[in-house]
């Protein structure tokens, strides 16, 4: 039985930026340390300081809820990308059916400009009904149920974000790097995507994303439980995802194969 498993943390939401927009939240996982509100009060010296004091314990950090553009909100500088940083941020908020944080406002971005992030569903309820509030859910590929073992996967990327609790996907490249890995040999790769439901619930339709968001191809799915085969051969570095559709409007959107050329 998984049971329940906490990882501690915290969230960032005080930083304004240099015309006194507030910037969207970022969640720090994996911490027992509280950096000073004083130390963070710009976006730079929030990720100077989780990089000093949280990142050596194994944490990760989540841009959060990027809806929250459409209140104003400042989106991490536009996602200027800063390689250290990119040790750090392994995860945002990018939720598919019937919901306002779409991949397209930060997920994709992040991704065109070089971040190595995975999609994650989140409840933010902030009520104390944490798992209870909705069925999605943010999944990880583990070897074995352990807080370490989460915080592994929450940084190399075997991340899925679901609607539905018992929806699971993943991608992986041919047959051995998995989701949030890059490769780097020459010729064509084949994609691998699986997709299962535990409650049985029928899936219906496969997307293969590429850069820039584009939809590179859609296929009819069957059935709970299935997987396909798609062979790419790109001639710039790239990264592919795939999401994986219901019958009953659900979704779930694995992290991303990147390919460098």
């Not at 027992?32 to 314990?57: E, G, H, I, K, M």
């Not at 009953?248 to 991303?256: E, L, Q």
């Amino acid at each position: 039985s998984w049971g329940r498993r906490l990882l501690s943390g915290f969230e960032w939401n005080h930083g304004k930026n240099a015309t006194g927009d507030t910037y969207n939240h970022i969640n720090v996982i994996g911490t027992t340390t509280l950096p000073t509100v004083a130390n963070t009060d710009t976006l730079a010296s929030f990720y100077a300081q989780a990089l000093l004091l949280c990142y050596p314990q194994g944490a990760v950090a989540q841009w959060n809820h990027p809806s929250f553009v459409n209140l104003g909100f400042d989106q991490w500088d536009g996602f200027v990308y800063d390689a250290e940083v990119d040790k750090l941020v392994t995860l945002v908020t990018a939720q598919g059916t019937g919901s306002a944080d779409s991949p397209s406002l930060a997920y994709v971005p992040a991704l065109d400009l070089g971040w190595h992030v995975s999609p994650t569903s989140n409840q933010d309820n902030h009520q104390g009904q944490w798992g209870d509030k909705t069925s999605r859910r943010a999944g990880l590929w583990l070897d074995t149920v352990s807080p370490a073992e989460a915080l592994l996967a929450l940084r190399e990327g075997r991340v899925f974000s679901s609607s539905d609790s018992n929806a699971a996907v993943r991608l992986l490249a041919n047959g051995t790097h998995w989701m949030g890995s890059t490769v780097t040999d020459p010729g064509q790769v084949v994609l691998r995507i699986e997709w299962s439901d535990s409650g049985n619930e029928a899936f219906t339709a496969l997307d293969l994303f590429g850069n820039g968001g584009t939809l590179l191809q859609t296929q009819a799915i069957s059935g709970a439980s299935g997987f396909v085969e798609i062979t790419v051969d790109p001639t710039v570095d790239s990264y592919y995802y795939a999401q994986v559709r219901q019958a009953d409007n659900g979704s779930v959107i694995s992290a991303p194969i990147y390919v460098d050329r």
